[in-house]
């Protein structure tokens, strides 16, 4: 008869019970500000602080006054801007030599800036952000998207609602089923949330 360490068994459980082993580490918090957290897709919500990992799946949200830096996998820079919800969808760096791997960022709202790491210089269309109206691709960039949901009843809007994308260096585009539009250095992008 063999025995078996049971605080280890315990510690295997509550791993695979809080996802633990099936997480994939997306990048790491290198700088936070305010009211920053990460909500995971089982619904768990956890507070970000600098060196905490994020993963895929998660949902990074500012708060009003809030703001972070995430540097991911493949070194690329994000840095996520008040108000805002970023979900790491995918990134994972399968090979670091070749740049090999998929980034997709999902940004729900608010705005963030992102400078390309090995991904996107190594395997450009393998690296995209999607908002609820359009896909940004890149050129191996910094830019800055922005998703702008419709002003609540009896607000006034900042601006049109959609998708936006202002190029600081290299070039993205902005993909819609209604067509495409290149962005270049000092330039705004936009979508609109309806096509015309």
Known sequence: MRTINTTCVAALLLAFASGAYAS???GQVQFVHGDSRALGSNGVERAL???DPVYEGETVITGPSASLQLRMVDDAMVAVRPNSRLQI???????????EGHGVLRLISGT?????????H???ANYKIITDTANIGIRGTDHEPAYLLPAA???????APGTYDKVNAGGTYIATPWGRVDVSPNQVGF??????
């Open 89 to 99: 969808e995918v990134y994972r760096l399968d090979g670091k030599a070749e740049g």
């Open 153 to 159: 009843a009896g607000q006034a809007a900042a601006a």
């Open 49 to 51: 602080k600098k060196g």
């Open 122 to 124: 190594a395997k450009k």
């Open 112 to 120: 963030f800036r992102s400078i390309t790491g090995l991904i996107g």
């Open 24 to 26: 994939i580490d997306a």
């Open 191 to 196: 979508a609109s949330s309806r096509p015309g």
